[in-house]
Nanobody
Framework: QVQLVESGGGLVKDGGSLRLYCEAS????????MAWFRQPPGKDRDRLAA????????YFVDSVKGRFTISRKTAKNTVYLQMNSLDPEDTAVYYC????????????????????WGKGTLVTVSS
């Protein structure tokens, strides 16, 4: 059974940094797209970034480009999201997702059913 466990969220001040972690288990992830989504209070879940098995990354939200970096350690089934220059607008629950099938997945809008999901980690940025 696939499990994704996020960690690293918390309270940070405007302009601060956080590093989110996602540990995946119960499946094979080396050939699959991994992604980070976020859902601000009262809003839809948005895909922020995705990464393939070779480390190639794509970013889907303009406001995080240049501030957030997605990376992965395939051997450890771990995906990271480094978040710098955080803004109160970044306050959200952040979710790790793993594609159910192999290959690069970058459909827009994203099909949520194509992913396994973690339970999320809350990031709160205070002004």
């Amino acid at each position: 059974q696939v499990q994704l466990v996020e960690s690293g969220g918390g309270l940070v001040k405007d302009g601060g940094s956080l590093r989110l972690y996602c540990e995946a288990s119960g499946g094979t992830f080396s050939g699959k797209t991994m992604a980070w989504f976020r859902q601000p209070p009262g809003k839809d879940r948005d895909r922020l970034a995705a990464i393939n098995w070779a480390g190639g990354a794509a970013y889907f939200v303009d406001s995080v480009k240049g501030r957030f970096t997605i990376s992965r350690k395939t051997a450890k089934n771990t995906v990271y999201l480094q978040m710098n220059s955080l803004d109160p607008e970044d306050t959200a629950v952040y979710y790790c997702a793993a594609a159910r099938s192999t290959g690069w997945i970058s459909d827009s809008p994203p099909n949520y059913s194509m992913y396994y999901w973690g339970k999320g980690t809350l990031v709160t940025v205070s002004s």
